[in-house]
């Protein structure tokens, strides 16, 4: 059973940064796309963004871009969300993805979820 577990996240005021990361259980998670979603309270789990294992691709929600970059490390299995400019909106549960069988940007499409790492925005 692949495990994704994330940290990272915590309670900042806007216009702050925080980074979240995540790491895979298995080593072949290196070469596979990983992603993140989010779901704030009441909503439905959105996109956030996502990147390919093999030359690194991104891929990123209108709301992430130009505020957040996804990366990742492979020799240690982990992939990094750098959030930065931090809004009340941004507030949600995180959670890490991997297992992509269909459309990047739908949920069903991703087979594995970490548990969520809460974000909380203040004004």
């Known amino acids: 059973q692949v495990q994704l577990v994330e940290s990272g996240g915590g309670l900042v005021q806007a216009g702050d940064s925080l980074r979240l990361s995540c790491t895979a259980s298995?080593?072949?998670?290196?070469?596979?796309?990983m992603g993140w979603f989010r779901q704030a309270p009441g909503k439905e789990r959105e996109f956030v963004a996502s990147?390919?294992?093999?030359?690194?691709?991104?891929l990123y929600a209108d709301s992430a871009k130009g505020r957040f970059t996804i990366s990742r490390d492979n020799a240690r299995n982990t992939v990094h969300l750098q959030m930065g400019s931090l809004k009340p909106e941004d507030t949600a549960i995180y959670y890490c993805?991997?297992?992509?069988?269909?459309?990047?940007?739908?949920?069903?499409?991703?087979?594995?979820w970490g548990q969520g790492t809460q974000v909380a925005v203040s004004l």
């Open positions: 993805v991997g297992g992509l069988v269909g459309i990047v940007t739908s949920p069903r499409s991703w087979n594995y």
């Open positions: 990147i390919r294992g093999s030359g690194g691709g991104t």
């Open positions: 298995e080593r072949t998670f290196s070469s596979a796309t």
